[in-house]
């Protein structure tokens, strides 16, 4: 078996700097959208339309695998920032 890296996807500007914390079992969304910041249910990544490469189930590997997301569900980056501005 030989372990080939894959693109690395970069992280981009928290609200709070670098201080989120991020719990077992939590869900977290990831947008490509730079022009907002990250929070504790959020990351900005700087891979474009990364929703087109995956599927449910697949992995996520963060911090070279110290954090381990599974896709869980896709939705619509309009309704989660209408919902968040409430």
């Given at each position: ?15 709070d700097?670098y201080?989120?914390?991020v ?9 490509s959208?730079?022009q907002?910041?990250?929070?504790d249910g959020?990351?900005?990544?700087d ?5 087109e ?10 911090d070279?695998?110290g954090i381990?997301l ?8 309009e309704k989660?920032?209408?919902m968040?501005?409430?």
């Open positions: 078996m030989v372990d080939l890296k894959g693109p690395l996807i970069r992280t981009l500007g928290f609200k700097m201080s989120i914390k719990e077992s079992g939590q869900e977290i969304r990831i947008s959208n730079q907002i910041l990250g929070d959020m990351f900005i990544i891979y474009e339309n990364i929703h490469k995956l599927t449910i189930g697949d992995k996520i590997l963060v070279y695998g381990i599974t896709v869980v569900r896709f939705e619509p980056e989660y920032l209408k968040k501005q409430r």
